[in-house]
Protein backbone atom coordinates (compact mmCIF):
# COMPACT_ATOMS: atom_id res chain seq x y z
CA UNK A 1 0.00 0.00 0.00
CA UNK A 2 0.91 3.22 -0.95
CA UNK A 3 1.51 5.85 1.71
CA UNK A 4 -0.58 8.92 1.58
CA UNK A 5 1.12 12.51 0.45
CA UNK A 6 2.60 14.00 3.13
CA UNK A 7 2.54 17.63 3.72
CA UNK A 8 5.56 19.60 4.94
CA UNK A 9 5.38 23.16 6.49
CA UNK A 10 8.51 25.37 6.34
CA UNK A 11 8.23 28.40 8.58
CA UNK A 12 10.65 30.56 10.35
CA UNK A 13 11.25 31.84 13.94
CA UNK A 14 9.56 35.28 14.57
CA UNK A 15 11.26 38.78 15.24
CA UNK A 16 8.79 38.78 18.25
CA UNK A 17 10.14 35.45 19.41
CA UNK A 18 13.50 35.85 19.02
CA UNK A 19 13.35 39.05 20.75
CA UNK A 20 11.25 37.62 23.67
CA UNK A 21 13.71 35.05 23.49
CA UNK A 22 16.87 36.93 23.34
CA UNK A 23 15.41 39.33 26.70
CA UNK A 24 13.48 36.92 28.44
CA UNK A 25 9.82 38.51 28.73
CA UNK A 26 7.31 40.99 26.36
CA UNK A 27 8.19 43.82 29.17
CA UNK A 28 11.76 43.52 28.37
CA UNK A 29 11.55 43.07 24.57
CA UNK A 30 9.45 46.08 24.60
CA UNK A 31 11.24 47.93 27.11
CA UNK A 32 14.88 47.31 24.83
CA UNK A 33 12.72 48.99 21.47
CA UNK A 34 11.48 51.46 23.00
CA UNK A 35 15.29 52.69 23.85
CA UNK A 36 15.84 51.91 20.31
CA UNK A 37 12.81 54.18 18.96
CA UNK A 38 11.00 51.44 17.84
CA UNK A 39 7.25 49.70 19.18
CA UNK A 40 6.97 46.24 20.04
CA UNK A 41 3.57 46.20 18.48
CA UNK A 42 4.73 46.97 14.94
CA UNK A 43 6.61 43.43 15.75
CA UNK A 44 3.96 41.48 17.42
CA UNK A 45 1.18 42.54 14.96
CA UNK A 46 3.77 40.97 12.42
CA UNK A 47 4.46 37.36 14.50
CA UNK A 48 0.71 37.31 14.89
CA UNK A 49 0.16 37.38 10.91
CA UNK A 50 2.82 34.88 10.51
CA UNK A 51 1.02 32.33 13.23
CA UNK A 52 -2.45 32.80 11.53
CA UNK A 53 -0.96 32.52 8.38
CA UNK A 54 0.66 29.04 9.56
CA UNK A 55 -2.30 27.86 11.41
CA UNK A 56 -4.70 28.69 8.07
CA UNK A 57 -2.31 26.72 6.33
CA UNK A 58 -1.57 23.76 8.98
CA UNK A 59 -5.89 23.51 9.03
CA UNK A 60 -5.89 23.38 5.23
CA UNK A 61 -4.43 19.72 5.08
CA UNK A 62 -6.65 17.18 4.21
CA UNK A 63 -7.26 14.88 6.99
CA UNK A 64 -6.26 11.89 5.08
CA UNK A 65 -2.88 13.08 4.80
CA UNK A 66 0.34 13.05 6.72
CA UNK A 67 1.88 16.13 7.66
CA UNK A 68 5.25 17.75 9.22
CA UNK A 69 6.57 20.92 10.63
CA UNK A 70 10.31 22.49 10.12
CA UNK A 71 11.83 25.52 10.81
CA UNK A 72 14.51 26.98 8.62
CA UNK A 73 17.37 26.67 11.43
CA UNK A 74 16.57 22.96 11.22
CA UNK A 75 16.27 22.67 7.86
CA UNK A 76 19.89 20.68 6.99
CA UNK A 77 18.48 18.17 9.64
CA UNK A 78 15.24 17.66 8.50
CA UNK A 79 14.59 14.54 5.61
CA UNK A 80 12.13 15.39 2.86
CA UNK A 81 10.50 12.25 1.07
CA UNK A 82 10.07 12.07 -2.51
CA UNK A 83 5.84 11.87 -2.02
CA UNK A 84 6.05 15.29 -0.22
CA UNK A 85 4.14 18.55 -0.93
CA UNK A 86 6.34 21.49 0.45
CA UNK A 87 4.01 24.40 2.01
CA UNK A 88 6.20 27.42 2.49
CA UNK A 89 4.55 30.17 4.85
CA UNK A 90 6.75 33.39 4.81
CA UNK A 91 9.23 35.81 2.99
CA UNK A 92 10.58 34.80 -0.53
CA UNK A 93 14.29 33.74 1.07
CA UNK A 94 12.38 31.26 3.05
CA UNK A 95 11.66 29.64 -0.75
CA UNK A 96 15.25 29.83 -1.32
CA UNK A 97 16.73 28.49 1.83
CA UNK A 98 14.35 25.52 1.73
CA UNK A 99 15.06 24.72 -2.21
CA UNK A 100 18.61 23.13 -1.62
CA UNK A 101 17.20 20.13 0.32
CA UNK A 102 14.76 19.30 -2.05
CA UNK A 103 14.81 16.90 -5.12
CA UNK A 104 11.81 17.82 -7.49
CA UNK A 105 9.23 17.75 -4.47
CA UNK A 106 6.38 20.58 -5.37
CA UNK A 107 6.60 23.81 -3.68
CA UNK A 108 3.43 26.00 -2.49
CA UNK A 109 4.67 29.39 -1.40
CA UNK A 110 2.65 31.10 1.13
CA UNK A 111 2.72 34.90 2.16
CA UNK A 112 1.27 36.20 5.60
CA UNK A 113 2.11 39.73 4.86
CA UNK A 114 1.90 41.23 1.18
CA UNK A 115 2.34 44.93 2.47
CA UNK A 116 6.10 44.20 3.31
CA UNK A 117 6.87 40.97 1.09
CA UNK A 118 6.92 41.62 -2.84
CA UNK A 119 5.33 37.72 -3.29
CA UNK A 120 7.75 36.40 -6.31
CA UNK A 121 8.24 33.07 -4.82
CA UNK A 122 5.57 33.21 -1.96
CA UNK A 123 2.91 33.86 -4.22
CA UNK A 124 -0.51 32.99 -2.07
CA UNK A 125 -2.73 33.72 0.60
CA UNK A 126 -3.63 31.32 2.83
CA UNK A 127 -6.65 30.93 1.85
CA UNK A 128 -6.07 29.05 -1.17
CA UNK A 129 -3.72 26.39 0.24
CA UNK A 130 -6.29 23.98 0.56
CA UNK A 131 -6.91 24.39 -3.67
CA UNK A 132 -3.24 23.78 -4.41
CA UNK A 133 -2.42 20.85 -2.25
CA UNK A 134 -5.79 19.56 -3.81
CA UNK A 135 -3.98 19.94 -7.44
CA UNK A 136 -0.13 20.28 -6.43
CA UNK A 137 0.33 16.00 -7.12
CA UNK A 138 -2.14 16.24 -9.88
CA UNK A 139 -0.96 15.75 -13.74
CA UNK A 140 -1.27 19.02 -15.78
CA UNK A 141 -1.21 21.04 -12.74
CA UNK A 142 1.06 24.94 -13.50
CA UNK A 143 4.41 24.95 -11.79
CA UNK A 144 7.53 27.24 -12.68
CA UNK A 145 10.66 24.92 -13.07
CA UNK A 146 13.40 27.40 -11.62
CA UNK A 147 16.71 26.52 -12.41
CA UNK A 148 18.95 26.03 -9.99
CA UNK A 149 22.72 26.60 -9.60
CA UNK A 150 25.62 23.65 -8.14
CA UNK A 151 29.16 23.82 -6.40
CA UNK A 152 30.51 19.94 -6.72
CA UNK A 153 34.28 19.36 -4.62
CA UNK A 154 36.61 17.05 -6.18
CA UNK A 155 36.15 15.01 -2.92
CA UNK A 156 32.52 14.86 -3.96
CA UNK A 157 30.68 17.45 -1.73
CA UNK A 158 27.76 18.90 -3.91
CA UNK A 159 25.79 22.34 -3.01
CA UNK A 160 22.54 23.89 -4.40
CA UNK A 161 21.23 27.26 -4.36
CA UNK A 162 18.29 29.22 -5.60
CA UNK A 163 19.42 32.74 -5.90
CA UNK A 164 23.51 32.18 -6.02
CA UNK A 165 26.68 30.48 -4.69
CA UNK A 166 29.39 32.57 -2.97
CA UNK A 167 33.00 30.91 -3.12
CA UNK A 168 35.47 32.36 -0.77
CA UNK A 169 36.30 33.23 2.46
CA UNK A 170 34.74 33.03 6.12
CA UNK A 171 34.30 36.54 7.05
CA UNK A 172 34.37 37.43 3.07
CA UNK A 173 38.39 38.68 3.64
CA UNK A 174 41.17 38.08 0.46
CA UNK A 175 40.73 34.63 -1.20
CA UNK A 176 43.65 33.38 -2.99
CA UNK A 177 42.55 30.56 -5.60
CA UNK A 178 43.17 29.24 -9.71
CA UNK A 179 40.15 30.15 -11.49
CA UNK A 180 39.18 28.79 -15.04
CA UNK A 181 36.48 27.72 -17.36
CA UNK A 182 36.06 24.28 -18.57
CA UNK A 183 36.47 24.29 -22.15
CA UNK A 184 39.15 27.19 -22.04
CA UNK A 185 41.86 24.74 -23.30
CA UNK A 186 43.22 24.46 -19.59
CA UNK A 187 43.58 27.95 -18.85
CA UNK A 188 43.92 29.04 -15.35
CA UNK A 189 44.20 32.46 -13.79
CA UNK A 190 45.23 32.95 -10.01
CA UNK A 191 43.45 35.52 -8.20
CA UNK A 192 43.06 37.50 -4.92
CA UNK A 193 39.84 38.63 -4.49
CA UNK A 194 36.71 38.70 -1.86
CA UNK A 195 35.20 35.82 -3.38
CA UNK A 196 33.07 34.53 -6.58
CA UNK A 197 29.68 34.89 -6.92
CA UNK A 198 27.47 32.64 -9.36
CA UNK A 199 24.01 33.55 -9.28
CA UNK A 200 20.60 32.30 -11.33
CA UNK A 201 17.92 34.26 -12.43
CA UNK A 202 15.81 33.91 -9.82
CA UNK A 203 18.61 35.58 -7.73
CA UNK A 204 18.94 38.26 -10.59
CA UNK A 205 16.68 40.75 -8.51
CA UNK A 206 19.17 40.00 -5.12
CA UNK A 207 22.82 39.89 -4.61
CA UNK A 208 23.83 38.86 -8.60
CA UNK A 209 21.91 42.09 -9.58
CA UNK A 210 23.76 44.44 -7.26
CA UNK A 211 26.96 43.12 -8.30
CA UNK A 212 26.08 43.59 -12.14
CA UNK A 213 24.83 47.00 -11.91
CA UNK A 214 27.44 48.47 -9.52
CA UNK A 215 29.66 46.87 -12.59
CA UNK A 216 27.37 48.44 -15.41
CA UNK A 217 27.73 45.08 -16.60
CA UNK A 218 26.88 44.65 -20.45
CA UNK A 219 25.79 40.73 -19.93
CA UNK A 220 22.01 39.91 -19.97
CA UNK A 221 20.17 38.96 -16.24
CA UNK A 222 18.90 35.29 -16.81
CA UNK A 223 15.08 34.90 -16.56
CA UNK A 224 14.39 32.73 -13.92
CA UNK A 225 13.78 29.21 -15.76
CA UNK A 226 16.39 30.16 -18.20
CA UNK A 227 19.42 27.48 -17.79
CA UNK A 228 21.96 29.82 -17.66
CA UNK A 229 24.05 31.39 -15.13
CA UNK A 230 25.52 35.00 -14.31
CA UNK A 231 29.12 34.83 -12.48
CA UNK A 232 31.31 37.98 -11.00
CA UNK A 233 34.80 38.03 -8.97
CA UNK A 234 34.25 40.90 -6.16
CA UNK A 235 36.79 43.03 -6.12
CA UNK A 236 39.88 40.73 -7.08
CA UNK A 237 43.00 42.53 -6.97
CA UNK A 238 45.70 42.94 -9.68
CA UNK A 239 49.50 42.28 -8.90
CA UNK A 240 52.77 40.22 -10.32
CA UNK A 241 51.18 37.08 -9.08
CA UNK A 242 47.05 37.90 -9.13
CA UNK A 243 45.54 38.70 -12.15
CA UNK A 244 41.56 39.82 -13.21
CA UNK A 245 41.00 39.17 -16.70
CA UNK A 246 38.71 36.49 -15.75
CA UNK A 247 35.76 38.96 -13.90
CA UNK A 248 32.93 38.02 -15.25
CA UNK A 249 30.94 35.55 -17.41
CA UNK A 250 28.18 33.64 -18.69
CA UNK A 251 27.39 29.80 -17.76
CA UNK A 252 25.25 27.39 -19.64
CA UNK A 253 24.31 24.20 -20.84
CA UNK A 254 27.09 22.45 -19.45
CA UNK A 255 29.24 25.24 -19.23
CA UNK A 256 31.16 25.03 -15.68
CA UNK A 257 33.62 27.58 -13.83
CA UNK A 258 36.44 25.56 -12.40
CA UNK A 259 38.12 26.75 -8.79
CA UNK A 260 41.05 25.78 -7.28
CA UNK A 261 42.08 26.80 -3.26
CA UNK A 262 45.28 28.40 -3.10
CA UNK A 263 44.47 29.16 0.63
CA UNK A 264 44.29 27.21 3.88
CA UNK A 265 40.29 27.38 3.70
CA UNK A 266 37.69 28.60 1.30
CA UNK A 267 33.88 27.99 1.95
CA UNK A 268 31.15 27.58 -0.41
CA UNK A 269 27.69 28.69 0.51
CA UNK A 270 24.31 28.89 -1.24
CA UNK A 271 21.38 31.82 -0.62
CA UNK A 272 22.61 33.36 2.71
CA UNK A 273 23.36 29.91 4.98
CA UNK A 274 26.68 30.08 5.68
CA UNK A 275 26.23 27.94 8.82
CA UNK A 276 25.67 25.01 5.83
CA UNK A 277 28.57 25.51 3.65
CA UNK A 278 31.02 22.95 1.83
CA UNK A 279 34.41 23.23 3.08
CA UNK A 280 37.55 23.72 1.01
CA UNK A 281 41.38 22.99 1.55
CA UNK A 282 44.50 24.09 -0.20
CA UNK A 283 44.42 22.47 -3.57
CA UNK A 284 40.74 21.07 -3.63
CA UNK A 285 38.62 21.94 -6.71
CA UNK A 286 35.24 22.60 -7.19
CA UNK A 287 33.22 23.20 -10.17
CA UNK A 288 30.29 25.66 -10.58
CA UNK A 289 27.13 25.71 -13.21
CA UNK A 290 23.91 25.07 -14.17
CA UNK A 291 22.17 22.04 -11.70
CA UNK A 292 20.68 18.96 -12.34
CA UNK A 293 18.02 19.62 -10.47
CA UNK A 294 14.78 22.81 -10.62
CA UNK A 295 12.95 23.89 -7.82
CA UNK A 296 8.76 22.88 -8.95
CA UNK A 297 7.19 25.87 -7.49
CA UNK A 298 3.51 25.39 -7.87
CA UNK A 299 1.23 27.79 -9.34
Do not use: C
Not at 166 to 175: E, M, N, P, V
Not at 230 to 239: D, H, I, N, Y
Amino acid sequence: MSLAPRVVLVHRTTEYEELVARHGTHGQAAFFLRSRGRDIEDVAERHRRERRALAEATSSVPLTWRQARVERGDLDRFLFAPEDVVVVVGQDGLVANVAKYLAGQPVVGINPDPRRNPGVLVRHRPGQTRKLLASALQQGTRTDELTMVEAVADDTQRLVALNEIYLGAAGHQTARYRLGLDGDRGVVEPQASSGVLVGTGTGASGWIRSVWQERTSELALPGATEARLLWFVREAWPSPATGTSLVAGALAGDGRLSLTVESDRLIAFGDGMEGDALELTWGQTVRVGVAGVRLRLVG
